[in-house]
């Protein structure tokens, strides 16, 4: 049974999904494709669009964010969407509207709170795996590599 859509944009290119996670706590919805990340709500609502065109990262050919998860924590005020992306980079964000003028009405934006990066591979991999996934199991964030390896990282509380 269709129960309603969520729209990443105005067709083309940037509208093509990649990726997306769901936050079962709180029915956020992150969507992605190659030019931008945007957050909804359970109602497909648009909360906050970062656009990866304007990050240093961005590339027409390879994706900018190649996995992401939410951590679902009932009890924080501050929700966090990890995102990996080809160069070895993993990036917690969270969304904001405390840039907003006053008076006006919110306007959300994508905030990084903390960036880690991946090891180096073995002998003679010049440059850090691509992160292909990541998954959130308590406290600890899990992610996986285009080397077929997999990590966890512990958080604090």
Known sequence: MYVRSIWHGEGGESTTVNLVAINESTGYIATCSRMKLCLHTINAQHIATLDLTTTPSYSRLVP???AMAFHERDYSYLGVLATGAPDGTITLRTWTADGTPEGEKAQWEFLAIWTM?????GRGIHRPPSITALKFLGEQMYHGEETGKSFV?????
């Open 64 to 66: 900018t964010i190649t």
């Open 117 to 121: 990066k991946a090891r180096m591979g």
């Open 153 to 157: 990282w512990t958080f604090p509380e």
